[in-house]
């Protein structure tokens, strides 16, 4: 795995070995940079795709003008949001839905909301949904094998109950797992026999078994990462929530994503390469070269060209990390990425930006 998934696995197993948090306890990640490229859209409309515990929200509602519109598929953090005094505050520019980002222009087009200016993504677990041993998605804490964001649908027991053999293995081996082959056919055997893990501490320790090497990462931290990503479709959810932000958006409005695993922003990247018009070397597809433009095209100064067609431009010249003092303050924001664009064309796409290997486990 890259770095970025190494040092966000590290970040959780450091966390998760802490005595409890509230349950109410999360810093949002990176607010100031976020604030700083939503602030010039004056008083447009922003939609806040992962509410989780509202901290970017709180801090664009504080320090800007926009309005704020925000989703989150967990009922936990939309029944946090809509009964917090500070959001009853200020019920005049915000509002909060539940349902997942993926859906969110089913969900805004209910509310006549189709025309947005901003888009913010910030993607992975709130600090309440790990800290609650009810949710299951602690390996240090004894709960029910859960995993599920929007508490709907299949849970990660129900996942391990059903799937292949291969089917897992693949899906533990996408999230770097190297015992993959070894710890799925520990626990297809272990539901052969009728001794499946039931609990999230007993599901830990029979992935430790199977690589009993001890490292700086808990060895059950990559299964659990896959399990979660499996249960709640994650990687497929991140690039339709990005096409569904592009058919939402008007023109000069910025899309903004937090990614905390390579994974995520493998995702997002490969999106943004495409709306920007840029391959791997940085260089536009788009943009014709000398030889391939009209003679009168050629003859003209640089100056009065016409410019390139790509239907968003960069905001930022690379991914953007945390400030040291952040990371000094919150470790989880050590692994962030942060990403902008802004839409210069209402184009919208229907490209799917999953590689194919991320495919397998959306």
């Given at each position: 795995m890259q770095?970025?998934?190494?040092?966000?696995?590290q970040d959780n197993?450091?966390?998760?070995?802490?005595e409890p948090?509230?349950?109410?306890a999360?810093a949002s990640?990176?607010?100031?940079e976020?604030?700083?490229l939503f602030?010039?859209l004056?008083?447009?409309?922003?939609l806040d795709?992962?509410f989780?515990?509202?901290?970017?929200?709180?801090a664009?509602l504080?320090?800007t003008?926009?309005?704020?519109?925000?989703l989150?598929?967990?009922p936990e953090?939309v029944?946090?949001g809509?009964?917090?005094p500070?959001f009853?505050k200020?019920?005049?520019r915000f509002?909060?839905k539940?349902g997942f980002?993926a859906q969110s222009?089913?969900?805004?087009?209910?509310?006549n909301?189709e025309?947005?200016?901003?888009?913010?993504?910030?993607?992975?677990l709130?600090?309440?949904q790990?800290?609650?041993p009810?949710r299951?998605?602690s390996?240090?804490?004894?709960?029910?094998l859960?995993?599920?964001m929007?508490?709907?649908?299949?849970?990660?027991?129900e996942f391990?109950?059903?799937?292949s053999?291969?089917?897992l293995?693949?899906?533990?081996?996408?999230c770097g797992?190297r015992?993959a082959?070894?710890?799925?056919?520990?626990?297809v055997e272990a539901?052969t026999?009728g001794t499946?893990?039931k609990?999230?501490?007993a599901?830990?320790?029979?992935?430790r078994?199977?690589?009993?090497?001890?490292?700086?990462?808990?060895?059950a931290t990559?299964t659990?990462?896959?399990?979660r990503?499996a249960?709640?479709?994650?990687?497929t959810?991140?690039a339709?929530?990005?096409l569904?932000?592009?058919?939402?958006?008007?023109?000069?409005g910025?899309?903004?994503t937090?990614?905390f695993?390579?994974?995520?922003?493998r995702?997002?990247k490969?999106?943004f390469a495409?709306w920007t018009g840029?391959?791997?070397?940085g260089c536009?597809?788009?943009?014709?070269?000398a030889?391939?433009?009209?003679n009168?095209?050629?003859?003209?100064?640089?100056?009065?060209r016409?410019p390139?067609r790509e239907?968003?431009?960069?905001?930022?010249r690379?991914?953007?990390r945390?400030?040291e003092?952040e990371?000094a303050?919150n470790?989880?924001a050590?692994?962030a990425?942060?990403r902008a664009?802004?839409k210069?064309?209402?184009t919208s796409?229907s490209?799917?930006?999953?590689s194919?290997?991320a495919?397998?486990?959306?």
């Open positions: 770095e970025n998934t190494q040092e966000n696995m197993t450091q966390r998760e070995q802490n948090q509230a349950l109410d999360h990640v990176m607010t100031r976020v604030v700083e602030a010039p004056g008083e447009g409309l922003v795709a992962t989780g515990r509202g901290g970017h929200a709180r664009l504080q320090e003008a926009c309005r704020i519109v925000a989150d598929c967990d953090a029944d946090y809509n009964n917090e500070f009853q200020h019920t005049k509002s909060l539940q980002f222009a089913s969900l805004l087009g209910e509310e909301l025309n947005l200016d901003g888009v913010l993504f910030d993607y992975g709130s600090s309440p790990l800290d609650n009810k299951g998605f390996f240090q804490r004894q709960g029910p859960d995993m599920r929007a508490q709907t649908g299949p849970s990660a027991q391990l109950e059903q799937v053999e291969q089917e293995a693949q899906t533990l081996h996408l797992e015992k082959t070894r710890i799925a056919r520990a626990l539901r026999q499946l893990p609990d999230t501490l599901l830990a320790a029979l992935v078994a199977q690589n009993p090497r001890r490292t700086r990462i808990d060895a990559k659990f990462m896959a399990l990503i249960v709640n479709v994650e990687l959810q991140i339709q929530g990005l569904q932000a592009d058919r939402l958006l008007r023109a000069g910025r899309i903004v937090i990614a695993h390579s994974l995520e922003d995702i997002v490969r999106q495409t840029r391959d791997s070397t536009s597809r788009h943009r014709a070269s030889q391939d433009l009209p009168n095209e050629t003859m003209r100064p640089s100056h009065e016409m390139p239907p968003y431009r960069s905001l930022l690379r991914a953007r945390a400030s003092r990371v303050e470790p989880r050590r692994s990425r942060l664009v802004e210069l064309a209402c796409f490209g799917n930006a999953l194919s290997k495919s397998r486990a959306a």
